[in-house]
């Protein structure tokens, strides 16, 4: 590729690469990425390479090259019903709406049907990696892993654990079998891709709430046993959550000595939401290195978190943040929606504690939680979310220009880069997104 390259450089800076030469190698890793490269050099490099094995794109005025987004919490059983039942309380939404919907994924071919609309949307709207819960059962998590494998996602899958608190017709029928299930899953994904270069199991115990002490305990044995295998769940909420789950587990007084207890709090965990938390329980996460999902559209739409979630702290601590669409709950899958709800919940939660406006999250920092910070969070950060030489190219070729943008935010003749990128982060959506790679392969777009 040549032309603009752009991606995050810290939390504080967005780097702009005019005039780059970006060199992919045949494996889909990033070979070299130099910035203001004239082009009569690039011709020269152009002409010393034998034309049929290179694929050569030069980028526009108006188009770029950014990582894939990374999307940290989705649940993928929640495709057909999300955005239904907002301004429900979390328990409510729960059993109103996503229970009865999940529970369709009991028959596999639902699965089969609905499963690659996910995958198929999630990828034209640029998330190149997601990390899914799916529904309990083991039949359909596995056909959304093969789903993911097979159209080229960068995933991370896993079979809901919920054994109680449920619904009678959605629950699994006992801890044994929830074990085993999950188990049989991680065979199954194992199978797939031995080395979890694109596809790896999470544990995913929903959250305490359907969760008993043997389930818990039982998950974290297998966490255990594989040292290198993510966990996520929902994690402080809202306060109906809060105070059902410390009813249910009254021997602690936080969910995160709880999630602790059972070995499910470490530097592998994702934890959605983080809304009301208390000092503690701030410092317990930043201590033992967890990543946080934050998902601004849900918090503020279903769950009853709403402007709580305190993320400008925990960026300015240096904790591994990224963004999640929370698909169900939150209405969209655009990760650029959620960036945006991102600035808009920091600027809200500055103004409720009567702060001046000085210290809320900035493009930069939603740039950096959608791209390389959601990395981390899911455990893929030494491989994607920059361009980074050795990295493997996830990646979106984005383009504003007035053929793909219509009347939404046209491009001027005056746009710098930076604005330009402005643009496609506040008023751009899928169909700026003219092609998006997966370790170098071509996902989306022709
Ligand atoms: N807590 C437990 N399950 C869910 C879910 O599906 N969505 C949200 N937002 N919170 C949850
Ligand atoms: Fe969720």
């Not at 301004?87 to 919907?101: K, P, R």
């Not at 046209?410 to 700026?432: A, C, H, Q, W, Y």
């Amino acid at each position: 590729f040549y032309g603009t390259v752009i991606h995050s450089a810290s939390l504080k800076e967005i780097a702009i690469l005019e005039n780059a030469l970006l060199v992919i190698d045949s494996s889909g890793s990033i070979a070299s990425l130099e910035a203001g490269v004239e082009r009569e050099k690039v011709t020269e490099r152009l002409g010393a390479l034998n034309a049929a094995e290179c694929r050569f794109t030069e980028l526009g005025k108006g188009q770029f090259i950014m990582p894939g987004f990374v999307d940290t919490h989705n649940h993928a059983p929640q495709w057909l019903h999300r955005g239904q039942g907002q301004g429900l309380q979390i328990l409510e939404w729960l059993n109103q709406v996503a229970f009865l919907n999940e529970s369709l994924f009991k028959d596999p071919n639902h699965a089969r049907r609905v499963y690659p609309m996910v995958v198929k949307g999630m990828l034209r709207s640029g998330v190149t990696t997601a990390s899914y819960y799916g529904s309990l059962h083991g039949e359909a998590t596995k056909i959304l892993a093969d789903v993911c494998l097979e159209m080229g996602q960068r995933a991370l899958v896993g079979k809901c654990n919920m054994a109680r608190n449920a619904a009678d017709f959605y629950v699994d029928a006992s801890v044994e079998e929830s074990l085993q299930v999950t188990r049989d899953c991680i065979n199954h994904i194992k199978a797939l891709d031995p080395k979890g270069e694109l596809l790896r199991h999470v544990l995913t115990p929903r959250f305490a709430i359907c969760c008993d002490e043997s389930l818990l305990g039982g998950l974290g044995e297998i966490a255990k046993e594989y040292p290198e295998m993510p966990i996520q769940t929902h994690f402080d909420e809202s306060e109906q959550e809060k105070n059902f789950t410390m009813t249910l587990f009254p021997q602690f007084t936080n969910e995160a000595d709880l999630y602790e207890t059972f070995g499910l709090l470490n530097e592998r965990s994702i934890l959605a939401h983080c809304t009301i938390m208390t000092p503690y329980e701030t410092q317990r996460l930043q201590d033992l290195n967890c990543g946080i999902a934050h998902c601004p559209t849900s918090n503020m739409t279903v769950g009853g978190g709403f402007m709580a979630a305190h993320i400008k702290d925990f960026l300015n601590r240096g904790m591994k943040v990224g963004l999640g669409t929370d698909s169900g709950g939150g209405y969209s899958i655009s990760m650029l929606n959620a960036m945006r709800h991102s600035l808009i919940n920091s600027f809200a939660r500055d103004f409720l504690d009567k702060r001046d406006g000085s210290d809320t999250v900035t493009l930069e920092e939603a740039f950096h939680m959608a791209t390389i910070g959601g990395a981390h969070v899911v455990g893929f950060g030494n491989e994607v979310g920059d361009f980074q030489i050795g990295k493997q190219f996830d990646a979106i070729l984005v383009d504003i220009t007035s053929s793909r943008n219509g009347v939404n935010a046209p491009l001027e003749e005056v746009d710098s880069l930076r604005t330009v990128l402005e643009k496609f982060i506040m008023t751009g959506d899928d169909r700026n997104i003219a092609q998006v790679y997966v370790r170098g392969r071509l996902v989306h777009g022709c």
